[in-house]
């Protein structure tokens, strides 16, 4: 086995421990993101909320073309 208790040609077992730890707060954040989307009210799913006139995002096209 070598050093550091890693498995040969495998990544530092320091590295997965750190992508553990980025994996489980992620998930955390995930979970605490669907619960203030769940309780966020009857919009329902998909739905949008209002905009005004040109709030859209898309690109308004002046003519010319």
């Known amino acids: 086995m070598p050093p550091g208790g890693g498995v040969a040609g495998g990544p530092p077992v320091g590295l997965l421990a ?8 992620l998930n955390a954040d995930l979970s605490a993101l669907d619960a ?9 799913v998909g739905a949008a909320p209002e905009r005004g006139p040109g709030e859209d995002g898309s690109a ?4 010319g073309r």
């Open 18 to 25: 750190q992508m553990d730890l980025l994996m489980a707060a």
């Open 36 to 44: 203030e989307l769940q309780g966020a009210g009857p919009q329902g």
């Open 60 to 63: 308004e096209e002046s003519g």
